[in-house]
């Protein structure tokens, strides 16, 4: 199993709105991101969790909450956002934060922000 | 700061043609230098990835070659099919962080 999967896939809210994209592998991967792309730009890092602890947070605004409940989910909690946060959010895992360690990725959660 | 630049923006071409799809990058310190694909509204798929002491790989009709002292990285596709259109990124990974950094990509169409 070399796949990484987001729910939902589409996600429409409002600003005053609590919600969670959701994500999981079952790889034994120890490491997982959450990057952020808005259209036609390269994907951000937003947070890196080794061995389910948070190691990078890339100064992300406190509205988006990150949490690692095992080694194979990672959750985003989003509350309060902003028509700007609307985005396709990424979420990947590599074998460990390392060097030479492939990211893999899943397809997205495609986020509307009203 | 590392600084990913990939050239071209954007290519169409018919199919069959040979391509080279280029990357350069500001800081030659990298563990390794990824290429992903990218199909419009999806995920990111890792198509190779080159480690610092490696100057090419190849993955059926890619190849990667990567010149790390000048900061430059070429994806090679061979023969190319309408499947092959997508956005193309590269990402090297910078010595200490062990996160890629993305350039915005070459858009690919390749029509019958």
């Known amino acids: 199993d070399t796949e990484v999967t987001q729910t939902p896939k589409h996600l429409v809210m409002g600003m005053t709105n609590k919600k969670s994209l959701k994500c999981e592998q079952h790889?034994?991967?120890?490491?997982m991101y959450w990057y952020k792309q808005k259209a036609k730009k390269p994907p951000e890092l937003m947070f890196v969790?080794?061995?389910?602890?948070?190691?990078i947070n890339e100064s992300v605004p406190s509205r988006f909450s990150p949490e690692c409940p095992n080694s194979s989910l990672l959750n985003l909690h989003l509350h309060a956002l902003q028509p700007e946060d609307s985005a396709l959010y990424l979420c990947?895992?590599?074998?460990?934060?390392?060097?030479?360690?492939?990211?893999?990725f899943g397809p997205g959660t495609r986020l509307l922000v009203l | 700061k590392q600084e990913v630049t990939q050239i071209p923006a954007a290519l169409s071409v018919p199919e069959g043609e040979n391509l080279v799809l280029n990357c350069s990058f500001t800081d030659s310190a990298i563990y390794n230098l990824q290429w992903f694909r990218q199909d419009p509204g999806k995920g990111l798929t890792s198509l190779l990835l080159i480690q610092s002491s490696q100057r090419e790989q190849t993955s059926g009709r890619l190849n990667a070659s990567l010149d790390k002292s000048s900061g430059r990285s070429t994806l090679y596709i061979a023969a190319s099919q309408p499947g092959d259109s997508a956005t193309y990124l590269c990402a090297p990974e910078t010595g200490g962080s062990y996160i890629p950094t993305f350039g915005r990509g070459t858009s690919l169409i390749v029509h019958p």
């Open positions: 969790y080794s061995y389910e602890k948070l190691s």
């Open positions: 790889m034994g991967h120890r490491a």
């Open positions: 990947a895992s590599s074998q460990a934060w390392a060097a030479q360690e492939t990211q893999y």
